[in-house]
C-alpha cells in the first residue's frame, strides 16, 4: 500500500468518524478522529476494550469451546465454519 493510499484511508475514515459523531451530536475533537482512525476505538471503558482484559474470554473463544451439534442448532440453516 503506497503512502497516499494510506492518508487517503486515514482522511477517509476521519471524516466519517466526523460525520458520525454530527450526527449523535456529540463532540469529535481532531485527537479523537485520529484515535478512531487508527484503531477504531475512541475509549477504554468496559463496553470497549478487550474481554480478556477483564478475565472473560471473547466471543470466538466461546464459540471454540462449544459443541458441534450446539453450533448446529445456533444457525437454523445449518451452515457452520469448517475448523
Known amino acids: 500500500m503506497t ?5 487517503h484511508d486515514t482522511r477517509r475514515i476521519k471524516s466519517k468518524f466526523h ?22 476505538k475512541v475509549c477504554s471503558c468496559w463496553m470497549c476494550c478487550n ?13 471454540a469451546t462449544l459443541p458441534l451439534d450446539l453450533l448446529e442448532e445456533l444457525r437454523p440453516d445449518g451452515s457452520f465454519d469448517e475448523i
Do not use: C, M, Y
Not at 503512502?3 to 492518508?7: D, I, V
Not at 460525520?19 to 477504531?40: L, M
Not at 474481554?51 to 464459540?63: A, D, I, N
Open 3 to 7: 503512502r497516499a493510499q494510506r492518508r
Open 19 to 40: 460525520q458520525a459523531q454530527k450526527s449523535k451530536q456529540w463532540e469529535a475533537s481532531p485527537r479523537n478522529a485520529g484515535i478512531f482512525a487508527n484503531h477504531g
Open 51 to 63: 474481554p480478556r482484559k477483564l478475565g472473560f474470554v471473547t466471543l470466538q473463544e466461546r464459540r
